[in-house]
């Protein structure tokens, strides 16, 4: 225990310093470590105030989330450590660097006074667990900062600057940077000097007055956020434990209010599932052959083939850290406009406060356009985003071979090819690996990392390293059609295509996976990003393929499923309508309706049979990386933890089951995959893997 903490008295000042690396986190080690040292505190006759602060990089970072899943916090709990503190006999000052967030802030909230150096952020983020501040954080916060910036902080989870939380009234004063223990004595030895007492929080009643009996305040934070708060508990949980606050008779009945939602929200799917995704999240750097201390290769300049839509926004990954990037194309009118466009992109950044004129023009300055593959002979690494053709890739990597210096990483963007055949026609297969940026690059958070049989250690670890210098969730996948992600999906959009025929309703369709917390139905997606995209190239005869023909690519021209009025206002479009009964039709196929269960099943029991097939042949590392490629690369709802954690919820035997009635009914594609029929048959779900 004496090794989590440090206790000294300076000058009339009890200094407690704790230290749990890597971020203090408040478990129950370090919990525990409080109490202690603030036991000795309070005991020090000659300390008249005490000071609460951290060693390390940062002040209390917030509970362990580990505790959660065992649904028992040892003693001392939260609430035990933080009252005796705030009732404590001498006022106590929490002296924040680095994050205080979640049971962090907590802490200092029960604490009588705060200061934090400027560099600091708080905030309280549970609600991106599913939870909410359960240890006095929906009572304390409204009490210091009013109801509305209340709600906004706990229901967005977004860490604010010490800055604004001194002006918001979280905080009473801000340090120097450097010089936070100097200033919180300061502050402490001037409180002793003017007798101040230890005001408490949960005492505070002005700012929360006004909103008393006026429901009509939370009923329009509702009403505000209702899209982004659709399927979500913890945010509605949040609102009721805030009017809690407001409107119970006392401090303690808003607090046991707040405890009963905190554990009905600790033990929700919802919760479970967001807690399984920040865990996944934060697994899928690990791969199991690649150890932590495995070389890497220094990469200074980049090289990106194409500036097209998806060549430009990659480049924008780079210049947005400072990286130079050479930047490649064919024909000189080509080039002008991918620059014109990321020059655009940036400049309506800055119209938007994001980033200053000064910043706008470091980054273009970054750029080297560049007419032939020539140019990046010296770049370290080179990501080619070129037509999805292998006889393309495959001549520009015969060319980049040639050209590109001994050492340098060659990298596909292709999101369906075989990176081996790619690889193949070089002289150095150990270099090349895939970079499967998701579109728009330079928004989306996933980077599918495409491993090939010859890729070496030290290129896949460069991969990890860039991945999260840009800001990436990078997800290892091996070499096969489609990767992870797309791969995955393909059956959901087959299934889709497939239901219409049999007489399943393009509305009922799109709405089941809407009301399952897609933010738009299959159709409705494929409309948005153009029926060309994908249906023109079909070397098959589907209703996408027809509508193409008949020159119908979407909102982009004509409507596809659904015709658009001008503000794109949606309506079912009877030319799709007859597009599906000719084509049911010819196909002999027979019509049927469906039940809301029935069509949620066929959409997405093959998704999870296909995830259990990648885990079978080795292309994802564990069942939570193939969740996180569909949470970061279709949108997968984060509230359902991803295919593979909803399947175990939803129960395997009863996935089996049905793929077994539709395999009996359509056909061998629906077989359930071996490794699904084990675990179902072993009463495992697939986090036992």
């Known amino acids: 225990m004496a090794e989590l903490f440090n206790y000294a008295c300076v000058d009339g000042v009890g200094i407690v310093t704790i230290d749990a690396p890597p971020v203090n986190t408040l478990g129950a080690a370090t919990r525990a470590a409080v109490m202690q040292a603030m036991q000795l505190a309070w005991a020090d006759d000659a300390a008249q105030a005490i000071i609460i602060a951290c060693a390390g990089r940062t002040f209390f970072a917030g509970a362990d989330i580990a505790e959660f899943a065992t649904g028992h916090f040892a003693d001392p709990d939260f609430i035990t450590l933080f009252d005796a503190i705030e009732n404590g006999p001498k006022p106590v000052i929490a002296a924040i660097h680095g994050t205080a967030l979640g049971g962090g802030l907590e802490l200092a909230l029960h604490c009588h006074y705060r200061l934090a150096v400027p560099s600091a952020k708080l905030g309280l983020p549970e609600v991106n667990l599913g939870i909410l501040p359960g240890a006095g954080g929906t009572q304390r916060l409204p009490r210091l900062v009013g109801v509305p910036v209340a709600l906004d902080l706990i229901t967005s989870g977004k860490p604010i600057k010490a800055a604004q939380a001194l002006e918001l009234g979280i905080l009473d004063r801000l340090a120097t940077e450097g010089q936070l223990q100097a200033d919180a004595l300061a502050f402490a030895k001037e409180l002793i000097a003017s007798g101040a007492t230890a005001p408490r929080v949960r005492d505070r009643d002005d700012k929360i007055a006004p909103y008393r009996g006026k429901p009509e305040v939370f009923d329009a934070f509702r009403a505000q956020n209702a899209r982004a708060f659709k399927g979500f508990k913890a945010p509605e949980a949040i609102i009721k434990a805030v009017q809690a606050a407001v409107e119970s008779p006392n401090f303690d009945e808003g607090s046991k209010r707040e405890q009963a939602l905190f554990l009905e929200l600790m033990n929700s799917p919802e919760s479970k599932a967001q807690r399984h995704v920040f865990f996944a999240q934060r697994m899928t750097a ?57 020059r655009k992109n940036y400049e309506n950044s800055a119209a938007k406060g994001r980033m200053t004129e000064a910043q706008v023009e470091q980054r273009m300055g970054l750029i080297t356009p560049a007419i032939g593959l020539e140019a990046l002979a010296d770049v370290d690494l080179v990501i080619e985003a070129v037509f999805e053709s292998m006889a393309v890739k495959q001549d520009v ?32 297969p150990q270099d090349v690996i895939g970079l499967h940026f998701f579109s728009p690059a330079n928004v989306m958070p996933l980077l599918e990392i495409v491993r090939g049989a010859k890729t070496d250690k030290s290129v896949l670890a460069s991969a990890l390293n860039i991945a999260k210098a840009i800001g990436k969730t990078p997800v290892v996948a091996g070499v096969c059609h489609g ?50 995209v994908i249906g023109r190239d079909s070397t098959r ?21 659904y015709d658009y009025d001008a503000e794109r206002k949606a309506t079912l479009s009877p030319v799709a309508l007859e597009v599906i009964a000719e084509l049911a039709a010819e ?23 296909e995830g259990a097939k990648i885990l079978e042949e080795k292309i994802a590392s564990r069942p939570s990386d193939i969740d996180v490629a569909l949470i970061m690369g279709y949108n997968w709802p984060v509230y359902r933890g991803g295919p593979m954690f909803w399947a175990d919820l939803t129960g395997l035997p009863k996935i089996v089951a049905a793929l077994r009635g539709f395999e009996a009914t359509y056909g061998a594609r629906y077989a359930p995959a071996a490794l699904l029929v084990q675990l179902a048959d072993a009463g495992k779900g697939f986090g036992s893997l």
């Open 541 to 561: 005869k589907t209703v996408m393929s027809e509508l193409v023909k008949r020159d119908r690519l979407g909102q982009k021209k004509n409507g596809g499923y």
């Open 286 to 342: 690990k791969v199991p052959d690649v150890p932590a201390d495995t070389p890497t290769r220094d990469l200074k300049r980049i090289g990106v083939i194409g500036a097209g839509t998806m060549g430009g926004g990659i480049a924008m990954n780079f210049l947005n850290i400072g990286l130079p990037v050479t930047l490649v194309e064919l024909k000189q009118d080509a080039l002008d406009r991918g620059v014109g466009v990321i």
């Open 397 to 428: 990597f015969t060319k980049l071979d040639a050209i590109c210096k001994p050492g340098a990483i060659l990298a596909s963007n292709t999101s369906f090819l075989d990176l081996n055949e790619i690889a193949a026609v070089t002289k150095r």
């Open 587 to 609: 196909k002999g196929v027979a019509q049927r309706s469906f039940s809301d269960e029935e069509l949620l099943g066929r959409l997405l029991y093959p998704v999870v049979n």
């Open 483 to 532: 990767f992870i992600a797309n791969r995955a999906m393909e059956p959901y959009m087959a299934e889709a295509e497939a239901l219409v025929l049999e007489g399943a309703s393009v509305l009922d369709i799109d709405r089941v996976i809407r009301d399952y917390g897609f933010a738009m139905g299959p159709f409705q997606m494929l409309d948005l990003i153009g029926l060309d």
